[in-house]
């Protein structure tokens, strides 16, 4: 909003001083009137350069002390905060005095200049995504429309845990193509002021040579963009996951183990099957990342695709295969900067399922991940990929290997720190995590404690190994990782983050059973319950938001399930809470949960 604000002001300025320069006509009449004004151009350039080069200087030095002040320790967030100042910042306000030349040679010091100026303005600014939402909110990243702005794509949404800013090559590329037809645009228009024929043929070729890179730059745009903070690419994907269908898949097999090699954005798994039953072994396999070959010893063979779902034709001799696929960069699982968030939840590579990745919950109307880990599910892994910042499998030489249900890597921009057995990851962002973590794990690890009293088939450890975020990831939990997104800006260890810790880790730690609208209720009650337990304050004992959308009946059954609740002690609401989920199938009803607390009074 402030490189808004401003820029207006530049090219006004650099409007007057040009349309003055021009209304005396010396660069018509002089010999060398011409290579003058160029000149000029020239030299307001790098004074304008300059000077916004020490108030770019200048504020990172504001921010940099700020983020210091706060706590957030030196990484690589701050190169990557000063390269987003360059292309946010600076690049505009440079790109504004192109804009104030252009228009004072075009109309000279007449008054409709300044409408034009209006009207440039708010159209070429970098707040056009939030003027125009409607339409670049259908702009996705590799589309030749995304070069009509230099903006962010939404101003609200500009860092991503691991991820990093919202800065990538396709930014810079843009901005050079602005650049070049900027500058291409002001030296077409002062073609009328040559007067000998080697300075306009020498303009030529400078303009022939800058459409090229012009060309060559807009083309980079396209094919570099990351996807991540697209809100185009988001929608495409949401209603991709949508609209597809259920496909059929055949699990008559199992995976032994699996070998898996990342070389860049390159991934080549091998997998050993046993107890197949089936020519036709299908797997999940996220759809953006398009496979190249499938080979069954060194023969290569067919395959087929429907969604995430990928079928193997293999050979009747052969137990195992390698795939060779792409990581793309998508908008769901983001490649940028060489940063990737490979999380164990995702089809990154592939897995013994018969769903697609995300799935549409019927009740709710969006889409969820279908991934629900089993607890007997245990696979050997061996990873080999460049050095990354987490991984749940143990590193072994140059490479990760171990047991476990599903791996997680994350290669991005984020800190680590040992806390007695726990070994926690958090993004660049975060400061005094230090002095936060004995308080977060203490609530965990309380909270974990009280899942598995209430259900004792759960998870029955905290993990050791953590990972925190706030915004991109998703949340996971396996037996020997944990992945928690808070969802907030608030600091991990705040009320207003630490007061959701208990339902979503019932969320993870519980699988779903019975119908979606008494599960909901029992996983908000149960949560109210390990609060109060633990002496944690609660906002309200009232019941949860989404039961105010049931039929009136419904909700008294609510009602007096809930009031009904909190007169008993701990131990009847212990045994309440957990006779509801062992007891609860698809055929209850609220009917059953109020003959279930009847009983317990």
């Not at 504001?62 to 983020?67: A, C, E, F, K, S």
């Not at 609060?531 to 938001?545: A, H, L, M, P, T």
């Amino acid at each position: 909003m402030i490189v808004q604000m401003v820029s207006v002001f530049y090219i006004i300025f650099f409007y007057r001083l040009h349309s003055n320069e021009l209304l005396y006509g010396t660069q018509s009449f002089i010999v060398d009137g011409y290579r003058i004004m160029l000149e000029k151009i020239s030299a307001m350039f790098l004074a304008h350069v300059m000077y916004q080069g020490i108030m770019l200087a200048v504020t990172y030095t504001i921010y940099t002390g700020i983020y210091f002040s706060v706590g957030i320790e030196p990484s690589g967030f701050y190169l990557s905060l000063w390269r987003f100042l360059i292309i946010y910042l600076f690049a505009p306000l440079i790109l504004s005095m192109l804009y104030g030349v252009v228009i004072a040679m075009i109309f000279g010091v007449k008054k409709s200049s300044f409408l034009v100026i209006l009207l440039l303005w708010i159209m070429t600014g970098s707040m056009s995504t939030e003027l125009f939402f409607d339409y670049f909110h259908s702009v996705h990243a590799d589309e030749w429309s995304s070069l009509l702005f230099i903006g962010m794509n939404t101003v609200q949404h500009v860092y991503n845990s691991y991820v990093g800013f919202d800065v990538h090559w396709g930014n810079e590329l843009k901005l050079i193509t602005w650049f070049l037809v900027s500058t291409g645009v002001a030296l077409i228009l002062s073609l009328r002021w040559t007067r000998r024929a080697e300075e306009r043929n020498l303009i030529i070729k400078v303009l022939l040579g800058m459409l090229c890179l012009s060309l060559f730059a807009a083309y980079g745009v396209t094919a570099l963009s990351t996807k991540a903070f697209s809100r185009a690419d988001d929608s495409t994907e949401t209603n991709y996951y949508m609209n597809v269908n259920q496909a059929e898949a055949d699990l008559r097999y199992e995976v032994e183990s699996y070998s898996i090699s990342l070389e860049g954005k390159q991934a080549t798994v091998h997998i050993e099957l046993s107890g197949i039953h089936t020519l036709e072994p299908s797997f999940q396999l996220y759809h953006a990342y398009p496979v190249k070959w499938i080979k069954a010893g060194d023969e290569k063979v067919k395959f087929e695709r429907y969604g995430d779902i990928l079928t193997v034709h293999l050979p009747s001799n052969q137990s195992s295969f390698t795939v060779r696929y792409e990581i793309a960069d998508t908008s769901f699982i983001p490649y940028t900067n060489g940063r990737v968030l490979l999380l164990a939840d995702k089809a990154w590579y592939p897995k013994k399922r018969a769903s697609h990745m995300y799935e549409r919950n019927e009740n709710t109307g969006e889409i969820e991940l279908s991934e629900s880990f089993l607890p007997e599910e245990r696979y050997s892994f061996t990873v080999k990929t460049e050095e990354v910042l987490f991984s749940n499998l143990p590193r072994q030489g140059d490479e990760y290997s171990g047991e476990a249900q599903a791996v997680t890597i994350i290669k991005g921009q984020g800190k680590q720190l040992i806390y007695g057995d726990y070994n926690i990851t958090y993004p660049a962002d975060w400061p005094k995590m230090k002095e936060r973590v004995p308080k977060v794990l203490s609530q965990l690890e309380k909270t974990i404690y009280e899942v598995q009293q209430l259900v004792p088939e759960a998870i029955q450890l905290l993990p050791k190994s953590i990972v925190f975020s706030n915004y991109g990831l998703s949340s996971l939990v396996t037996k020997d990782h944990l992945v928690y997104n808070t969802n907030y800006g608030d600091a991990v260890d705040s009320y207003e983050t630490t007061k959701d810790f208990q339902e979503n880790l019932l969320k993870l730690a519980v699988q779903k059973k019975g119908p979606y609208k008494l599960y909901r209720e029992w996983l908000y009650l149960s949560s109210q319950f390990i609060r109060q337990k633990n002496n944690w304050k609660i906002e309200s004992r009232e019941r949860s938001v989404d039961s105010f959308s049931l039929p009136k009946a419904e909700q008294e059954s609510i009602e007096f399930i809930y009031h009904s609740f909190y007169q008993l002690n701990d131990k009847q609401q212990r045994q309440f809470l957990s006779g509801w989920y062992e007891k609860m199938n698809g055929n209850w009803t609220w009917d059953q949960v109020l003959d279930l607390i009847k009983e317990g009074k």
